[in-house]
């Protein structure tokens, strides 16, 4: 995978990054003007993608995203380097609105994948004012990431690189499970109902040995991807083995 380890990828588990079509993600852009810039194409961009200018002082842009089928994934500049988060999700009849913070460090370029033949486009909306991160929210997003490293580093030290035994791999997951549980009894942001919903999936799966992170895992770790990106803190794991 290119550029890292943020989480909608190198996870087991599979994550789509944003929610219907048609919501809003992430904070708005109060002062806001039209920009008649954008971007539309058929088919996927690449990386780093096509031109997207920016307009002169923005500190955020909401841009305005449709594409005609199938599923996309959509990035400003590089998401990686500046560590906040591209979106995902599937092409409908109304278009979805993805907003993201502008730094001294934004490039003027948006990647779009698509399959071959999609139609899409990318109409952004600039503001003055900063994208408002909610602080909570991004404290349990970062206390959550480490929890799926850990998670993450047990499965694939055990089956994928044979670094770890049973033994040691039952011990990962034990602490793991209680951080996560105290993670659910203390967050104070929205996440805290996934969180919640999350403990018993795990403690059920404590015996599967290399595979804590089974199918049944995917909503609930899907829904708080979501919401860690749309609030541009996105959960990053940390890998231990692989190098």
């Known amino acids: 995978m290119r550029r890292g380890m943020l989480i909608g990828a190198l996870a087991a588990v599979s994550i789509a990054l944003t929610g219907c079509a048609g919501q809003t993600v992430g904070a708005p852009a109060p002062t806001a003007s039209p920009s008649p810039a954008g971007a539309s194409g058929t088919g996927p961009t690449g990386f780093p993608g096509v031109d997207f200018p920016l307009e002169d002082g923005a500190r955020s842009v909401s841009v305005e995203f449709a594409c005609s089928s199938g599923l996309y994934t959509i990035e400003l500049s590089d998401s990686m380097m ?23 460090r934004t490039t003027e370029t948006l990647s779009v994948t698509v399959a071959e033949g999609v139609d899409w486009t990318a109409i952004p909306t600039f503001s003055d004012e900063d994208f408002e991160t909610d602080a909570a929210l991004a404290a349990d997003c970062e206390r959550f990431g480490v929890i799926y490293s850990a998670f993450t580093n047990a499965d694939y030290g055990y089956t994928f690189y044979e670094e770890l035994d049973a033994d040691q791999w039952a011990a990962r997951v034990d602490e793991a499970t209680s951080e996560l549980g105290s993670l659910a009894g203390s967050a104070q942001s929205e996440l805290r109902e996934s969180f919640e919903l999350l403990v018993p999936l795990v403690s059920a799966r404590t015996d599967q040995i290399g595979e804590i992170l089974g199918p049944e895992l995917q909503a609930p770790i899907s829904a708080i991807s979501d919401a860690c990106n749309a609030n541009q803190t996105p959960l990053i794991l940390q890998g231990e083995f692989g190098g």
């Open 82 to 104: 500046l560590g906040q988060a591209p979106y995902s999700g599937e092409c409908a009849a109304s278009p979805v609105t993805l907003t993201w913070p502008i730094t001294e």
